[in-house]
């Protein structure tokens, strides 16, 4: 099952990357406090914004979403509000393209980041 290999995954050591912010809002819906995921059923009410303590991906692949809005709270609460900025400004100066047919890009979760 998805959630043993998730978990196992996880006890080795090896790494979570949820692909899209629908995906991360699941596995945020059904992770337990220390990490791991139970099943889950159902829609989730989560609403993840900057001081959201993550507790699953420590990856998150996903587009370049709109600024000032709830996805970007949201990719800015996985990667930290500078860092996301930052990756905007590189975007914007660059000439990637955003919303759902743009550009992609591949985020740590900020406490891997600066080392924790």
Do not use: C, Q
């Amino acid at each position: 099952a998805t959630v043993d290999a998730l978990n196992a995954a996880k006890v080795r050591g090896g790494r979570i990357i949820a692909v899209g912010t629908t995906s991360l809002r699941l596995l945020e819906s059904a992770a337990r406090e220390d990490g791991t995921v139970a099943p889950w059923s159902g829609p989730t009410d989560i609403f993840i914004t900057p001081g959201y303590r993550f507790r699953t991906a420590d990856m998150l692949m996903t587009n370049f979403h709109l600024p000032r809005s709830t996805l970007f709270m949201l990719v800015s609460a996985f990667s930290g509000l500078d860092t996301m900025r930052a990756a905007y400004a590189h975007a914007i100066a660059n000439r990637y393209r955003f919303y759902s047919y743009g550009d992609a890009s591949l985020l740590y979760r900020a406490e891997m980041s600066d080392g924790r």
